[in-house]
């Protein structure tokens, strides 16, 4: 049976310069000469998932996108799940209520207000990535086709914001400002188990390499969780292996702990 390899992108398979590893693209080269599948598995929206370096230079069977609302394989979308028009209007409302500054995330574009926080640095340092791949926000919900939100908070209450939105969806805190917003029971775990399901992968031929927090539901959803030597304390604890760092050779280690290489 073919085994699939779930790859978190920042932090796991580049640095915080967008730096690959030789030996991490030969590894996942290896892994796939050998007959396994290797994904990536990001919380970035498709949109944020054009580098050369991943999509050319490595080469991968499919792509999970926005935490598990955007499924590709072999180059075409087989499973998207968008925020509807009523849930942006929504969204628009409480988030504005509540201070925070958004960035909704899609399969071609990523949109936010400019003329209103274009000098948050946040905002700056994604337009600078993506180039054309940024937007402008305007008031219109119904221009976009987006699966997630990012939000810079700016307010003083953020636990009465959590208690508005999270009966109806997850939000991810990666520090007291910067979280993502995807609509409730999505993760990158779901995305795993719904590919898994479409390509008839059994949950025993699963394993996944991460480094952050919202990795945790999919190393310890898959059968093999693998963190990196780098990753934070709890990530570590909840994997099954951890590897070196990814600077020294994590990825092609990891494999080859597994004999996946």
Same mark, same amino acid.
């Given at each position: ?119 948050? +640095? ?53 520090? +007291? ?5 995807? +609509? ?78």
């Amino acid at each position: 049976m073919k085994k699939a390899v779930f790859f978190d992108i920042d932090g796991t398979l580049w640095d915080h310069r967008m730096r690959v590893p030789e030996s991490t693209v030969k590894a996942i080269h290896k892994l796939r000469e050998n007959g396994q599948y290797a994904f990536l598995c990001s919380g970035r929206s498709r949109a944020a998932i054009q580098a050369k370096e991943l999509l050319e230079d490595i080469g991968f069977d499919g792509i999970l996108a926005g935490c598990g609302t955007y499924i590709e394989w072999e180059g075409r979308a087989v499973y998207e799940r968008n925020l509807s028009n009523e849930e942006l209007k929504q969204l628009f409302r409480t988030l504005r209520e509540h201070h925070v500054q958004i960035v909704l995330e899609g399969k071609q574009y990523l949109y936010a207000d400019l003329a209103e926080f274009g000098h948050n +640095p946040y905002i700056l340092n994604l337009k600078k990535v993506l180039g054309d791949g940024f937007a402008p926000l305007c008031a219109r919900t119904e221009e976009y086709d987006v699966n997630k939100l990012t939000g810079y908070f700016t307010g003083e209450n953020a636990e009465e914001m959590k208690r508005e939105l999270s009966g109806q969806y997850e939000l991810l805190f990666h520090t +007291p400002q910067v979280f993502e917003l995807l +609509p409730k029971g999505f993760s990158k775990a779901s995305g795993i188990q719904w590919i898994c399901d479409y390509l008839h992968i059994a949950h025993e031929d699963t394993y996944a390499f991460g480094d952050s927090v919202n990795d945790l539901e999919m190393l310890r959803y898959v059968k093999h969780g693998i963190a990196m030597g780098n990753a934070s304390k709890d990530v570590k604890e909840a994997s099954d292996y951890v590897t070196s760092d990814l600077r020294e050779d994590g990825i092609f280690n990891g494999l080859k702990h597994f004999s996946l290489i």
